[in-house]
């Protein structure tokens, strides 16, 4: 672990808890993270951050016993929101917008500063695109979510997310899937997810969904 140093530090980045793109673990791994990324242009590092999972477990107190999944897990998110982008070196990752973490100085020419004057005042959605790009907020998913509820639910049969039984006469067959409620963790939403149970919908639809969604002022659940 590289303990020297400092990098500025945005206060919006607690946005992402509040608005919970991270759990408080997510954020803090993802702190430890960036904390590690390179920030001198004359090296190859420069932007890039090396996982090191025995580290990251010792610092932050994880389990130090492979396979780390909890850290894998984390780091895998952190990929699939973009804020670490993968390259051709096993466990080595390009921060997005590495410049952001970066003091706007003559000898580092970073942007910290442009970043936070870019972000004054910014609403919430414009902030998590310079930190986040793949994230989308309820608002973003809303109308396709609609779209793929109204698609593959038909609330005159009646058919639900807790059991459907379709009519083998047209040649349909017999779906039955465990019910979801609102008490059900995101870790119960990525099994149904992985089981296949309510594909097309993701994770975070399926939480969602459970917990706002109606159609024609029924609730589907």
Request: hydrophobic share 35%; glycine share 4%.
């Amino acid at each position: 672990m590289n303990s020297n140093a400092y990098r500025p530090s945005h206060r919006n980045r607690f946005l992402l808890v509040q608005h919970e793109v991270l759990t408080r673990d997510e954020f803090i791994i993802l702190e430890y993270c960036l904390d590690q990324m390179g920030f001198d242009r004359r090296n190859e590092k420069f932007g890039r951050v090396e996982i090191d999972f025995n580290t990251i477990s010792s610092v932050l107190q994880y389990s130090t016993k492979p396979p780390f999944n909890s850290i894998r897990t984390k780091i895998k998110k952190f990929v699939e929101l973009g804020i670490l982008i993968t390259t051709g070196k096993k466990n080595t990752f390009e921060v997005f917008n590495a410049e952001r973490y970066i003091a706007t100085s003559k000898k580092w020419g970073g942007k910290a500063s442009e970043f936070r004057e870019a972000e004054h005042n910014k609403p919430f959605e414009q902030i998590v695109q310079n930190i986040a790009p793949n994230f989308q907020t309820t608002e973003q998913i809303v109308q396709p979510l609609e779209q793929n509820v109204r698609k593959y639910l038909k609330v005159d049969a009646p058919r639900t997310l807790v059991s459907s039984k379709v009519n083998s006469n047209v040649n349909n067959p017999v779906v039955t899937t465990p019910p979801i409620t609102n008490k059900r963790t995101m870790a119960d939403y990525q099994r149904f997810y992985d089981e296949g149970i309510y594909q097309p919908l993701v994770p975070e639809e399926m939480k969602w969904l459970d917990e706002h969604m109606t159609i024609d002022g029924k609730t589907i659940l």
